[in-house]
């Protein structure tokens, strides 16, 4: 189950349809990343514990301040509240923070860029595991506690389902995506800026993959590992195309 969890991306990642040429790919590799910079970065990580401060306000209220509240709703209520927050939580903290995996393939003629967002993915694998293991203890509590548990999927469990039923659908997964391909050869690039403290490549290149050929923004997100020849790659393939790299701090 763990394993699985953990392949979220797999069917995604298996369906991607690289660019097929006869040059020897130089760099392959998957980041996550997030665009936003400076105060717009600061301000989507306040919102993200302004709302998880609302989610434990809610349940701390629901559960400590309901009248004759028994041990038995207490626990149905905790694995309630788990079984949607959990699922929830990476879905707000990357749906807030708009984090999308990236796969990268460059070549020494081309880059191309595979991007999308995995919050839903993630969320919906998650919630699956979560219900397999609360399933058994529900069905102890709807023999020993019958009424408690109808009354708690009427309540919470009844608007998580319906979230749920919502959020994971199929149709809505495919639409949340922000599913995006781009491609182009560098001697279509028209600027290139490294920004090192962020561990981030911007290029702006021509996207064959649009209708219209418009440039594209290319976020190179890069890692420990290749960001040394990658960074002498890029230079070099500026210098033959006559681009003059930006350097900046944020």
């Not at 860029?113 to 069905?139: N, R």
Request: hydrophobic fraction near 50%.
């Amino acid at each position: 189950m763990l394993k699985k969890l953990l392949n979220y991306n797999k069917q995604m990642i298996e369906s991607i349809i690289w660019e097929k040429n006869n040059d020897p790919i130089l760099f392959q590799w998957q980041k996550r990343g997030i665009q936003w910079v400076g105060s717009d970065l600061k301000y989507r990580k306040f919102m993200c514990f302004f709302i998880f401060g609302i989610f434990f306000s809610i349940f701390s209220f629901i559960l400590f301040m309901g009248n004759n509240t028994s041990v038995v709703n207490l626990l149905i209520y905790s694995m309630v509240f788990l079984l949607i927050l959990l699922p929830l939580a990476p879905i707000i903290y990357w749906g807030i923070m708009e984090s999308k995996l990236y796969n990268y393939h460059i070549t020494p003629q081309k880059l191309e860029l595979v991007s999308w967002k995995e919050d839903l993915l993630f969320g919906k694998q998650l919630a699956q595991g979560l219900l397999i293991i609360i399933t058994p203890f529900l069905v102890i509590v709807f023999i020993t506690e019958p009424t408690a548990l109808l009354v708690s999927l009427g309540g919470m469990a009844g608007v998580g389902i319906l979230a749920g039923a919502t959020l994971f659908s199929k149709g809505y997964i495919a639409s949340h995506l922000d599913y995006k391909h781009l491609l182009t050869s560098w001697d279509k690039v028209t600027k290139i800026e490294i920004v090192e403290p962020m561990n981030i490549i911007y290029i702006w290149g021509t996207n064959f993959y649009h209708k219209k050929q418009n440039t594209d923004l290319f976020y190179l997100f890069y890692n420990k590992h290749n960001k040394d020849d990658l960074i002498a790659f890029i230079k070099q393939q500026a210098e033959h195309n006559n681009l003059s790299i930006i350097y900046s701090e944020e």
